[in-house]
């Protein structure tokens, strides 16, 4: 069936970096555009991240610019989020997301925590 | 970057109808319309309607999605006790190049 699944979380320490990935599986991947949205605990959602199919387009929030870097390997079907100069505020949920004018798939998810 | 305003919370009984509005501007959801996720507590959100109004396969004809300048709304019909949970608005802003989000509204089926 469709399916996207995160990997990569854990707990980390203010400063440091991880690469957060998420596989897809179930349907063609290369044409989708695919986000990384996030939710800290008891929040809300907050977009991060944005890559277009192919790849050569990149937007992120404002909290992230230039230190989270979002990729795509069509290849292996799989999307990337490499968080550098982590902050206790990236504590959250982190999900991977297809979408065509909405987030219509979702990913179950991978915890951030980011902590001394 | 400055989100779309969802009221916190919303009350309704059973077999009622509740409608979850979503107020953006003209670069986000006058623009380019919105769309409304529900997320029950510990799972992930499910798109519930497309920016364009429409529902994704699978989605109840209780849940219908509209737009009246830069607000958005959800209205789902006939409550029952599944539905209480968050709902969010979501809308790509075009002067932010950016997706946003609505701050969620929590619905209670009382």
């Known amino acids: 069936q469709v399916q996207l699944v995160e990997s990569g979380g854990g707990v980390v320490q203010p400063g440091r970096s991880l690469r957060l990935s998420c596989a897809a599986s179930?349907?063609?991947?290369s044409p989708w555009r695919m986000h990384w949205v996030r939710q800290a605990p008891d929040k809300g959602l907050e977009?991060?991240?944005?890559?277009?199919?192919?790849?050569?387009?990149?937007y992120s929030a404002d909290s992230v610019q230039g230190r989270f870097t979002i990729s795509r390997d069509n290849s292996k079907n799989t999307l990337y989020l490499q968080m550098n100069s982590l902050r206790p505020e990236d504590t959250a949920v982190y999900y991977c997301?297809?979408?065509?004018?909405?987030?219509?798939?979702w990913g179950q998810g991978t915890m951030v925590t980011v902590s001394s | 970057q400055a989100g779309l305003t969802q009221p916190p919370s919303v009350s309704k009984d059973l077999r009622q109808t509740a409608t979850l509005t979503c107020t953006g501007n003209?670069?986000?959801?006058?623009?380019?319309?919105a769309a409304w996720l529900q997320q029950h507590q510990g799972h992930p959100p499910k798109l519930l309607s497309y920016?364009?109004?429409n529902r994704p396969s699978g989605i109840s004809e209780r849940f219908s999605a509209s737009r009246s300048g830069n607000t958005a709304s959800l209205t789902i019909t006939g409550l029952r006790p599944e539905d209480e949970a968050d709902y969010y608005c979501?809308?790509?802003?075009?002067?932010?190049?950016?997706?946003?989000f609505g701050g969620g509204t929590r619905l209670t089926v009382l």
């Open positions: 997301a297809r979408e065509l004018d909405g987030f219509d798939i």
């Open positions: 179930g349907f063609t991947f």
């Open positions: 977009w991060v991240s944005l890559i277009s199919s192919d790849g050569s387009n990149e």
């Open positions: 003209n670069n986000n959801v006058g623009n380019q319309g």
């Open positions: 920016r364009n109004n």
């Open positions: 979501s809308a790509w802003d075009i002067s932010l190049s950016a997706w946003v």
